[in-house]
């Protein structure tokens, strides 16, 4: 099967043209970290009813994880490089990351990915919409089977607005 990229992620087929193949899976609470983790997705400015491209932002992604005795470890967290003219971002996390924790970490539980840094003053407040505030849960996949073998989840677009905004969906707005 190949990877599927739409004109959104075109900067998915440059970062990983030493693509061989990709297939879908779903990850499964209690997944050893034996690969790259990879979290791409866009992040926009929402203006109205217009939605522009937001350079320079950051999302982050934090993961549960457990110990070999399976309780609560540390929480993983990795912060993505920022945007790029198209509001394209992508986070990558390694074994070799969560092997330097205090307690050894034997299993990854969950992840999440939110917004985490807009870059504009007039466009700073992060939105829910799809789930940027409250966290995005990685639940799909593709397996890109390079050098790296990653997993390479895809979420959002998320939104960050000029004005705050009350979610009535989540309590207190979170």
Do not use: H, W
């Not at 924790?101 to 007039?122: G, N, W, Y």
């Not at 466009?123 to 390479?152: D, F, H, V, W």
């Amino acid at each position: 099967m190949a990877l599927q990229c739409s004109f959104l992620f075109i900067p998915c087929m440059l970062l990983l043209s030493s693509l061989v193949a990709a297939g879908a899976a779903t990850i499964t609470d209690g997944e050893l970290l034996s690969s790259m983790i990879g979290v791409q997705g866009l992040i926009y400015c929402k203006q109205g009813s217009k939605l522009t491209p937001l350079q320079g932002a950051v999302a982050r992604v934090t993961c549960e994880t457990a110990d070999e005795y399976g309780y609560e470890g540390e929480d993983v967290t990795v912060l993505s490089q920022a945007t790029d003219a198209k509001g394209y971002f992508l986070a990558t996390l390694s074994p070799s990351e969560v092997k330097g924790l205090k307690k050894k970490v034997i299993k990854i539980k969950e992840c999440r990915a939110f917004l985490e840094l807009s870059p504009a003053d007039t466009c700073s407040y992060p939105t829910e919409i799809n789930r940027g505030i409250s966290g995005a849960i990685l639940q799909t996949y593709r397996l890109i089977e390079n050098k790296l073998k990653m997993k390479l989840f895809t979420v959002g677009p998320f939104v960050f607005s000029p004005e705050e905004t009350q979610d009535k969906s989540i309590p207190n707005g979170y």
